[in-house]
Structures are given as structure tokens and as C-alpha cells.
């Protein structure tokens, strides 16, 4: 697949790490193309630094990884060109500047948010809930369990193809439903932040969603 | 420990077995004492049917196992007497009538909402996030590993008498902080409800807090 990934960050630059050794093609968009490129180079010929535009014109799927706080987010969405028919995974969290608590939820979610400004897209919630810390090669595994990654969306094939890019990652899709969940899958990643920092539980976990395996 | 569980539901009754197997002295309240006392006998000598106010006097740790729709809640603990220096866990969530979505959230929680009312009490939630077809024994742990009971509250020795019922109970217990966080707990247990009913996934399912383990 060619995926944009929007974003350089904790959480941009590990997904275009994990896609790219998942040998898709992966344009890393940035506001500072050079620095897109330093983190491209990295990973080989498989991905390519470039601005928010040429990222997104050249992939199929755009993958938001950009900070919540201060509007970075819709701003930067409203600078990405034309989404329509795109499948734009949401990797978000409406987190206020410290980081230590939501600033929306419970009647909306930063997904529905984006995705009233991105009305021809097709938006899916994922990733939000992992640490960018076990977005790291190995490390998406505890004992026999992959971390999961939960994902909801309106669109039941772009769900696919995002259920594809999450076990590509290396995690374990869990289909959430539809778009609105994100409201639920928000808080979750809030929790994480609270348990990791808030009293210094560490970053190297993970939620999984445990199923009865019958015999 | 002796512990009055308020509720006769999926929630209680099962909860109120899982303490009875640990050896809890249990007195299971209720509106209607037989309906409790008919529960009780199932579970042996350590179990007493009571009325609420029954219950709450006899006891140190007050499981509130009760709907929240229509006030039910709140209605129910204006009559359970003081409750003053007692613990009160709260296993409630502030779904809708029809469950598939919460009535509150985000800036409060129902434990938020709970504690209001109960100045005097030391409040902990837990036990929300675990489906009740998953407090039954043998079935809280999945392969090698127990669902995780998450657990917050503001008054620690509360905590940690909390966290010993968790494990009691058959879960491993995770403390995810303050009482405010029940705000990111709550909205867990409504994803759980969405995927189980709303994606017809089922409720033999659990949350998992993984973290490394160190060899």
C-alpha cells in the first residue's frame, strides 16, 4: 500500500518504521520536509520524506499522527489538500497540553471531530490506545499476546484495510464499531497515560482484549 | 473482611459468590430480603440475605452493585444509612437504558457522582470493567493470564483493602489512580458492552493491563 504518514513524532515516526519493514510504501509528511527525509532515510528505500501535500496526493491512506492540543491537528488537516474517497486513519487523542487529562469526550471524540471537517474520507480510530513505545520491533508481544489495537469506523472496507495495517504493525485488531466508539477508545488511552505516567507505571505495556480460546 | 454487596443482579450475585468462596463474610442487600436470602443460601453458611440497611450496618466494605439508569443508584444509597469512615466500592456504570451508551462522562463519572453523596465514605471503583459471565470460578483467567481488575480512588488504605478483594475475586488487580480517573474506567466497560452486544462478539471476554516481564 502507499500510506502517508502525517506527522514525525513519537507516534508518526515508529508506525512509518513499522509499515516500512512491513514493505509498504510509506511518504512521511512533515511542515519540515528535511526532517521527514532524515527519518525516511533511516528506514530505506521504501519510504521518503516530503510535505503535508505531496504525502497525502501520493497515498491511498493517510495516517494522522499529530498532536491534539492547540488545535495542531484540524489545523493541519485543513492544510492536506482534497481527502475525498481517502481512507485517513485517526491516531489521535484529544489530550490537553499536559498531556494529563481529555479536553472533549463522552458526546464526542477528536475522530468524529475530524471527521466532520473531512466529510468525503473515510475516517477510522486506531492506534490511539499503544504507547509509541511498543511500536518498536519485538516489543508489540508480551508472553504469547500481541498487544491489541483496537479500531471503529463507518466504512467497513476501509475498517479492512486498516485491520490489515494494524496487524502489519505487528498488533492485534480488534474491531471497536463504528465511528462513535471513539469516544470510548479515547478514555482508554487516557487511563494509559494516567497508570504510565500519572503514577509511573512505565510505558511498556499494553492493552489485549481476551478471548475464551476453546480447545 | 465482612462485606455487604447491595444488588441481586448479574453483578451482585456473582461478586457476592466469588467473596463467599474467599471466605468474606457476605451480607447480600436487597429491596426484597428473600429474593437476597434465596441467593445467600446458595452460597453457604458465610452468606446472610438482608435488607440494605441490614447490610451496610454489619459491614466495613460496601459493594454497590446497582443499575444506574433512572437514579437507581443514587436512590439506593440515600437509604442504605451512614456510611460515614466505611468503603464503598463502586461497581456501577452510568449506562443508558438501553446500555449502549453512557450518561455521563468525560468532566465527571458515576463514581465522581457517588462520592457527592457520600462525603463520610471512601469511595473506590472497580470491578466495572469485568463482565459478569467472567466472575465465575474458573473464569477470570484467560490462558495464562487473570483479567485485570482496575481499580482507583482517593483514600489509599481503602485502595489496597480494595486491591486484596480484586485478587480475592479471582483478578489481577491494577491501580489506575485517583477517583477522577473512574472517568476513563467507565467509558472502558462501555467499549467492552459495544463490542460484546453491539458487534455480537459475546461477554466471555476480558481487559488485560500487560506489562513486561522482566526475566
Known amino acids: 500500500m502507499k500510506l502517508a504518514v502525517i506527522g514525525t513524532g513519537n507516534i508518526g515516526s515508529r508506525l512509518a518504521r513499522l509499515f516500512a519493514l512491513a514493505n509498504?510504501?510509506?511518504?512521511?509528511g512533515s511542515r519540515d520536509p528535511k526532517k521527514a527525509e532524515a527519518i525516511a532515510i533511516s528506514l530505506g528505500k521504501v519510504a521518503k520524506g516530503v510535505t503535508y501535500a505531496e504525502a497525502t496526493s501520493n497515498a491511498d491512506v493517510?495516517?494522522?499522527?499529530?498532536?491534539?492540543?492547540?488545535?495542531?491537528?484540524?489545523?493541519?488537516?485543513?492544510?492536506?489538500?482534497?481527502?475525498?474517497g481517502?481512507?485517513?486513519?485517526?491516531?489521535?487523542?484529544?489530550?490537553?497540553?499536559?498531556?494529563?487529562?481529555?479536553?472533549?469526550g463522552h458526546t464526542t471524540s477528536?475522530?468524529?471531530e475530524i471527521a466532520k471537517q473531512l466529510p468525503g474520507a473515510k475516517v477510522v480510530k486506531a492506534f490511539n490506545t499503544i504507547f509509541a513505545d511498543v511500536m518498536e520491533p519485538g516489543k508489540q508481544t508480551f508472553g504469547d499476546?500481541?498487544?491489541?489495537?483496537?479500531?471503529?469506523?463507518?466504512?467497513?472496507?476501509?475498517?479492512?484495510?486498516?485491520?490489515?495495517?494494524?496487524?502489519?504493525?505487528?498488533f492485534e485488531p480488534v474491531d471497536a464499531g463504528v465511528l462513535q466508539n471513539a469516544r470510548y477508545?479515547?478514555?482508554?488511552?487516557q487511563?494509559?497515560?494516567?497508570?504510565?505516567?500519572?503514577?509511573?507505571?512505565g510505558t511498556d505495556v499494553a492493552f489485549r482484549y481476551m478471548r475464551r480460546r476453546v480447545a
Open 62 to 84: 493517510i495516517v494522522l499522527a499529530t498532536p491534539w492540543a492547540n488545535d495542531a491537528t484540524l489545523a493541519t488537516i485543513r492544510g492536506l489538500g482534497d481527502l475525498t
Open 191 to 201: 487511563l494509559n497515560i494516567q497508570i504510565a505516567y500519572g503514577l509511573g507505571g
Open 110 to 112: 477528536s475522530a468524529e
Open 86 to 104: 481517502k481512507i485517513v486513519v485517526d491516531c489521535t487523542n484529544p489530550l490537553a497540553p499536559d498531556y494529563m487529562s481529555n479536553t472533549l
Open 145 to 170: 499476546y500481541q498487544g491489541t489495537g483496537f479500531y471503529c469506523g463507518d466504512d467497513l472496507k476501509a475498517k479492512e484495510v486498516v485491520a490489515t495495517l494494524i496487524q502489519d504493525a505487528g
Open 185 to 189: 477508545l479515547e478514555p482508554m488511552a
Open 24 to 28: 509498504h510504501e510509506v511518504f512521511i
